[in-house]
């Protein structure tokens, strides 16, 4: 994803609920993507099937026990408490 799409995506109203989302379904063990179709958020297991025209803006993994990350394009990486 281009920082250009990364940005827009951040400016849509669902984009730090769908974060939550995915910190949520990773720290329960679910490897999880946030994407964007340039519309709407879409919070999905990374073995789901891709929304049709959506690009991914997040990866979310368990890193430890206390620990998921949030894994962006250009190797940009969050590290969040659970």
Avoid: N
Wanted: aromatic content about 10%; some cysteine.
């Amino acid at each position: 994803m281009s920082r250009f799409d990364e940005r827009a995506a951040e400016q849509h109203p669902a984009y730090k609920d769908g974060l939550q989302q995915a910190i949520r379904m990773a720290a329960e063990g679910t490897e999880t993507e946030v994407c964007w179709d340039g519309t709407a958020i879409y919070v999905r297991s990374v073995y789901a099937p891709m929304v049709a025209g959506a690009t991914v803006v997040c990866i979310a993994q368990k890193w430890d026990e206390h620990t998921v990350q949030l894994r962006f394009a250009g190797a940009r990486s969050e590290w969040v408490r659970i």
